[in-house]
């Protein structure tokens, strides 16, 4: 299997958000000191602020990546920052200096709407043509339509949607290609204007959150496939196995919290089936008399041997074994946060996997407010970074204190023998204590690329 070879990470990209926190400052991209041996390790040592207020920067991805591997020409030199809620996007020139990022283009919304027809863009991957591609989550009026971006690798210009074709998902989200089974999956959350303000339970059970996953051909760029995982299941981050040859991969479904497996059939169609199912607690004191884990992210180590994911809600984070991918096994599991601490305003009356509930969180001093979001790994696999905030308009309903206090980035020492998770104590990176007042810390980006960043081909 490839895997990335490189020094272990000492700087990393954080997007950091101020849209809902009452605060009137722009969003920027934080460069984090992740060095121990650094004096100025656990610190943000550079802010890049955007030139807008509101953008609600949410993931990055590289103008470069494995998929252009042996193009001699190609550098990981620009960071591209899509906006969920502009529409812009920015592309960032971490070439020229590493710590200290710049602003190298802004893609204007308008582009975006009058071009493609698109808005909301989420998921950034580039392409062996040298083209990136960014998927959508709407049209420029907030309804939901899967579609996608792209983007000239080198001048950043758009040239117009990668799909071809009448028929489109109703929805859009997340993706990832592997071009040697011919195939692009992508997922669905909602529609934008539903989920935009906050979760309503009301738009439940009205095909207003996503179900499927949406199977593309990836040389005729037409949709070719919808695979049904279940009403308002919200199938958000998708990742394939690492290995190129591998007709394989997770998604994480958020409001059903299971994660299913999908595969490549022998009739050469794709197929799902679910393979792990964090059951709901019943609770009382909370939105709904069910509380579902929430799985928000999830991801893949480079040598595929273990899946981790996080419960945003219940406020852990799991590690499976994948050597049997429709078996997995937990081999891991740290409660950072959530909404099922003792002593908060929840009650759990009835709990399948949990004798009590769990302990509040502290780390140096400081309650983490949230529950673990965003997750990167480490190349080698033994070190699980974790930020806490999901999305400012969700975090504001279903955390207030986190748009107050900020959000927190973590660090997991993974046992990648055996398997096992325990919280590094000595690492916090505490979002509410920037300059401008507490923000909330997204998605985390190693400069010479990562787990949920690069595709083999």
């Known amino acids: 299997v490839s895997v990335l070879k490189g020094p272990r990470e000492e700087i990393v990209y954080v997007p950091c958000i101020y849209r809902n926190t009452g605060r009137k400052k722009p969003d920027f991209l934080a460069t984090v000191d992740v060095n121990p041996k650094s004096p100025h390790y656990c610190q943000v040592i550079h802010r890049l602020a955007m030139p807008n207020l509101g953008d609600e920067l949410h993931h990055s991805g590289w103008n470069t990546c494995s998929s ?84 000239d690798g080198e001048t950043f210009e758009i040239k117009g949607n990668w799909e071809k074709g009448d028929k489109v998902p109703p929805m859009g989200y997340d993706f990832w290609y592997q071009p040697r089974h011919n195939v692009l999956i992508s997922t669905e959350w909602g529609i934008p204007k539903c989920l935009g303000y906050g979760f309503d339970p009301n738009d439940l059970k009205k095909g207003r959150y996503g179900r499927r996953l949406n199977v593309w051909d990836w040389t005729t760029h037409t949709y070719v496939q919808a695979i049904d995982v279940g009403e308002d299941a919200a199938p958000l981050e998708i990742r394939f196995l690492h290995n190129p040859d591998a007709a394989e991969g997770f998604v994480g479904c958020t409001i059903s919290s299971a994660i299913h497996r999908f595969y490549k059939t022998e009739q050469g169609d794709w197929a799902a089936e679910k393979v792990i199912q964090v059951p709901s607690k019943k609770v009382e004191g909370w939105l709904l008399p069910e509380m579902p884990g929430f799985i928000t992210d999830i991801l893949i180590s ?28 937990l081999v891991g599991q740290v409660f950072v946060g959530g909404s099922i601490a003792k002593g908060g305003p929840v009650t759990v009356c009835r709990d399948e996997e949990l004798q009590s509930q769990p302990d509040p969180f502290f780390i140096k001093g400081k309650r983490v407010p949230g529950g673990p979001q965003m997750i990167q790994l480490s190349l080698d696999g033994k070190r699980l970074y ?44 505490d979002f509410g204590k920037e300059p401008d007042g507490p923000c909330l810390a997204h998605e985390i980006r190693y400069p010479g690329g990562d787990c949920t960043s690069d595709i083999w081909v």
């Open 68 to 151: 252009c591997f042996g193009d001699t020409t190609k550098k990981r030199n620009r960071l591209i920052l899509p906006s969920l809620i502009s529409s812009r996007i920015y592309v960032v020139d971490v070439g020229t200096d590493l710590r200290a990022p710049r602003l190298f283009k802004v893609v204007n919304p308008e582009d975006v709407f009058w071009k493609c027809n698109l808005g909301y863009p989420h998921t950034s991957h580039c392409l062996g043509s040298g083209e990136i591609m960014i998927s959508t989550l709407g049209d420029p009026a907030g309804g939901g339509k899967g579609g996608f971006i792209l983007l």
């Open 386 to 429: 974790v930020t806490t905030s999901l999305y400012s308009a969700w975090d504001r309903q279903f955390y207030p204190d986190l748009p107050r206090d900020g959000s927190v980035m973590l660090q997991l020492d993974v046992d990648t023998e055996q398997g096992g998770l325990t919280v590094n104590r000595s690492f916090l990176v």
């Open 302 to 329: 480079l040598d595929d041997r273990f899946l981790y994911f996080s419960n945003w809600l219940h406020g852990d984070i799991r590690q499976y074994d994948i050597s049997n991918t429709r078996q997995p096994k």
